[in-house]
């Protein structure tokens, strides 16, 4: 499985060149690879055929969320649905959650607990007709714990799938996190015939021209990722790097991330002096408060 999707986004990053995907304008706002508002694409794509329905549920910018890729590729079978902007101007609403058929969706989501702990895909007796996927930041599950998906079977991938992300968003969770098309595209391949799971690498369509944009590309990816990033950034710095030699423009981004680290640190340690100012403010005005009540109780024994 791992071996297909490298194999894949190799030839991605060949097939890649800045000129041959310029910038067009959708929606009134210029974009490389797909519109971010209606989900179209500026070049035909592949396609591929997905086992099962798939919602994915937005919880984050939707547009770095790698979820909106299966949308553009197959918005046929691929529902977006945003439950961040449900959550700042609903409130106090429920979420507009789909009225599930509970006993054909199941919820991608590892949960090794004793409540409601999930189960492994491959062991799902039949294909799910409709499978939930969380696009969120990997600390925000809040999603996860919406009414809108009690009851609904959660399921997490099988062992074989790859447990070493190919994502270029920095994290700190270490291996075995996924990013949402990663893990859609291992479910699909559990639960797909084996005459369809070739087509299914196609789903890294957008992911191998992105990331081959960010990294040979001249002006890094579509705004949505890339190498202004400061995500990505740390994750040039800190993990993507073990043990290689610095591409050129990796070095000229260690010196400005080195050089943002040093101003970020100045600005911080204004803070701190303007906060300490105030707080010796303060205690010297306690201190002539105290003074003047002590003088005015003087003067009460005085008078
Ligand atoms: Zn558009």
Known sequence: MSSRIDTYLTSSSQTYSP???PRTLCCSQTSKFF???CYNPHSPVPD???PFKVDVILHDDSKTATGVHLKVLNPNNVNLI?????EKHEKHEKHEIPDYDKSTTVILFPDFGTENPSVDISTLKGIPEKLIVIDCKWTKTGASRDEGFKGIKR????SDSPTQSRYWRWHTEGTGMLCTLEAVYAAAFTCSSIERRDG???MFYFFGLQRAAMEGGKGGGDGNSGKKGKGYKRGVLESEIDGRVLKPWEEEYKRRMGEERKQEGGERQKQQKEESRKKKFKIK?????QQEGKKSEDNVVIN
């Open 35 to 37: 519109c971010p508002s």
């Open 155 to 158: 399921v997490h991938l099988s």
């Open 285 to 289: 005005q306690d201190n002539e408060e």
């Open 82 to 86: 945003n439950y961040e902007k449900h």
């Open 19 to 21: 000129p041959s995907h």
């Open 48 to 50: 591929f055929e997905l």
């Open 200 to 202: 299914l690498v196609n």
